[in-house]
Nanobody, 125 residues
């Protein structure tokens, strides 16, 4: 089972930025798509952003659109998430995930094959 490893979380002041990184812990073939989900205390895991296909089409949930950028390497095995203008509502554990082949959905956690253990992001002054 492929394990993904996230990095880049931590404590950020409101209005600040962060950059999350994710890469597999072992050698893998290119993923069809990669994404970030997050889970705040007492809430369900929610989709944040995804990048999929040979054209690297990107998708964002409305709450991060316009202030976030998801990108991946040319080998399609690692992914970055740049988030700006952070607010306390962005506080959550952020999970990296990957699809090994095409799935209809890019927002459903059930349609992803591999997951990281998560990295905590706390936005607070």
């Amino acid at each position: 089972q492929v394990q993904l490893e996230e990095s880049g979380g931590g404590l950020v002041q409101p209005g600040g930025s962060l950059r999350l990184s994710c890469a597999p812990s072992e050698r893998v073939s290119a993923f069809y798509g990669m994404a970030w989900f997050r889970q705040a205390p007492g809430k369900e895991r929610e989709f944040v952003a995804a990048i999929r296909g040979s054209s690297s089409v990107t998708y964002y949930t409305d709450s991060v659109k316009g202030r976030s950028t998801i990108s991946r390497d040319s080998a399609r095995i690692s992914v970055l998430l740049q988030m700006d203008s952070l607010s306390p509502e962005d506080t959550a554990v952020y999970y990296c995930t990957a699809q090994s082949y095409y799935k209809v959905s890019h927002t459903s956690a059930r349609d992803y094959d591999y997951w990281g253990r998560g990295t905590q992001v706390t936005v607070s002054s």
